[in-house]
């Protein structure tokens, strides 16, 4: 599959409602439709690949699999204390 599209066009769109259960998610990604391929490999029964296009695919999954995150926010203490952590565990490899 060959892409000449920009930035700009490369975009995905998640689109559900409340009356539904289901989610469609179209795409023009590369990155996002690799991910979401692997998903629909991993999982079939909650991604499914409704339809592809030339420059992009339409996929379809339970809408409670979408989510919305927040930044993680530390302190410079949980920082540190990460750290050391880490470098303990690295320690005993």
């Given at each position: ?5 920009t ?20 795409t023009?990604s ?64």
């Amino acid at each position: 599959m060959s892409y000449n599209l920009t930035k700009e066009e490369r975009e995905t769109i998640i689109n559900y409602n409340e009356t539904d259960d289901k989610a469609n998610i179209y795409t023009r990604s590369r990155i996002t439709m690799t991910k979401l391929d692997n998903l629909v490999k991993k999982n079939p029964k909650d991604y499914v690949i409704i339809e592809e296009y030339d420059h992009s695919k339409e996929y379809e999954c339970d809408k409670k699999l979408i989510g919305f995150r927040t930044s993680m926010k530390i302190t410079e203490k949980q920082r540190k204390a990460m750290s050391d952590r880490m470098t303990k565990t690295m320690a005993r490899r």
